[in-house]
């Protein structure tokens, strides 16, 4: 799996877009982004996932560079229980042997 | 709730013993992982099953073992026990290793 890059921590104000970067300069042409958080000792919860396409849901948009080597995790309204470590994953999508490989992740702390 | 089930929540144990953690995954879910965060610490991979199968295998002591059963539930048993293997056990599951996986709450494991 490719090594990715993140900050390692971030603040934001309540209220405001929080982005976070991430890059994966070495990721193959089959291998997805996806993004984790993990709020406090809780189990880590999904977020998104991409192959090329920006992605949007409920929770967050993901922006993904057209030559696929960094990504933006964006919170559009991030409140205090955004409060969190954020993880970037780049993983094959296969049955066989990939697991998710999680780094330090991105501290971000939403401020009131 | 991710619909993924970890019990107990909290067990305390000696120096030496055995425990097994169970993990029951989401309904229809055929991939279970199990991963390992002490304090302070990342998320370490530990093992994944599909259908009970063993499908990879990462950083799991030769004193962890661990089985899924033909109703998906997983169970992680741990030996020998020492000071150090006081941590999150973090179980997940995906419908295949091909998507998302969603995470349980954990069980928090100290020996004493």
């Known amino acids: 799996d490719a090594k990715t890059t993140q900050p390692t921590s971030m603040d934001c104000a309540e209220g405001r877009a929080a982005n976070l970067p991430c890059n994966h300069s070495t990721i193959s042409g089959n291998e997805y982004v996806y993004w984790y958080r993990q709020i406090h000792s809780q189990g880590p919860q999904y977020i998104i996932h991409?192959?090329?396409n920006n992605e949007t849901n409920e929770m967050a948009s993901l922006i993904i560079t057209e030559d696929r080597k960094s990504s933006t995790l964006i919170l559009p309204h991030a409140t205090l229980r955004d409060t969190a470590v954020y993880y970037c994953i780049v993983r094959v999508a296969s049955n066989y042997g990939q697991n998710f490989v999680f780094g330090p992740g991105t501290r971000l702390s939403v401020l009131p | 709730d991710s619909g993924v089930t970890q019990t107990p929540k909290h067990l305390i144990t000696a120096t030496g013993q055995r425990v097994t953690l169970r993990c029951s995954p989401r309904s229809g879910d055929l991939s279970v992982y199990w991963y390992q965060q002490s304090l302070d610490q990342g998320l370490q991979f530990l093992i994944q099953?599909?259908?009970?199968?063993?499908?990879a295998k990462g950083n799991i002591l030769e004193r962890f073992s661990a089985q899924q059963f033909p109703d998906l539930h997983s169970e992680l048993n741990l030996s020998s026990l020492e000071l150090g293997d006081s941590a999150l056990y973090f179980c997940a599951s995906s419908v295949d290793g091909r998507l998302e996986a969603f995470f349980g709450q954990g069980t928090r494991l100290t020996v004493v």
């Open positions: 991409g192959l090329k």
């Open positions: 099953y599909y259908n009970g199968e063993e499908r």
